[in-house]
């Protein structure tokens, strides 16, 4: 298992990441079930699509940063990036912005997500990922932004088509939303990005040369094998989340 240390220089070096799914209620039981299925580097909760409670997601951080994992969330809607900080101090070590398509979005999450000087996250992670271990300010903030990783997930047109802009503002991670792109593709077209492999290619065509990375969500191994060969590297494996039960 590798943790939070290595993590982000892991993605940006291109090896091969692969988080799981949990929900925000998960025990710690129901996480260590859910790590014994995989070579998993992080787990990731949602509040988007999913019931969602602060003291829940503290526990769930809690457990999991105990086992030296990382927890990435994907917050309710777009247009709460100013509250990204505050989500942070309840455990997360990476974010994600669902439907990000402005690139207003993009440089507001990158404030919110990173401390002084390079951001303007405020100061007061009392249940922060690791700030037992550096209670520091300068030092956890230093090491914060350093270590997090904040993702944009792009799930229209114009999200795909700004890809390379959104890394050069800050992004770490552009993460795939291929139904909601479903709809805005069946809503143009006429545009030259005619299938979702097209988009995925434009995009990781994009990122050549930055250090920001497309993740994917899959939810079968021949999915994934699929992806990995058309150059993608980093997974986010939803398909025990939505198997049907046993």
């Given at each position: ?17 692969v ?17 014994a299925?995989?070579d ?8 988007q ?6 003291h ?8 999991a ?8 969330l ?11 900080g505050n ?17 207003e979005t993009?440089?507001?999450a990158?404030?919110?997500?990173n ?27 230093q ?6 990783v ?6 229209t ?5 700004r890809?390379?802009q ?50 994917l ?13 058309m150059?993608?590297?980093m ?11 046993s």
């Open positions: 298992m590798h943790g939070l240390e290595t993590l982000k220089q892991r993605i940006q070096s291109g090896e091969k990441v988080g799981c799914s949990v929900r925000t209620w998960s025990t710690a039981s129901d996480i260590e079930e859910a790590l299925r995989g998993y580097s992080f787990i990731a909760v949602d509040a699509h999913s019931p969602f409670d602060e829940q997601l503290v526990k769930v951080c809690q457990i940063n105990g086992m030296g994992v990382p927890v990435q994907r917050i309710k809607h777009t247009r709460l990036t100013y509250l990204i989500m942070l101090d309840l455990g997360p070590s990476m974010i994600e912005v669902p439907q990000t398509e402005k690139l993009v440089q507001e990158v404030d919110y997500f401390y002084p000087p390079r951001g303007r996250r405020s100061w007061g992670p009392s249940c922060g990922a690791e700030i037992n271990k550096r209670p520091d300010r300068l030092e956890y903030a090491w914060w932004n350093d270590h997090a904040l993702w944009m997930q792009l799930e047109l114009l999200g795909v088509t890809a390379a959104m890394a050069a503002i800050g992004a770490d991670v552009l993460s795939w939303g291929p139904n909601d792109l479903a709809f805005d593709r069946e809503a143009n077209p006429d545009h030259k990005l005619k299938t979702d492999d097209d988009c995925i290619h434009h995009v990781l065509q994009q990122l050549q040369g930055t250090k920001t990375k497309l993740c969500r899959t939810y079968s191994q021949e999915q994934m094998d699929r992806y990995s060969e150059g993608a590297s997974f986010l494996d939803e398909q025990h989340l939505f198997a049907a039960p």
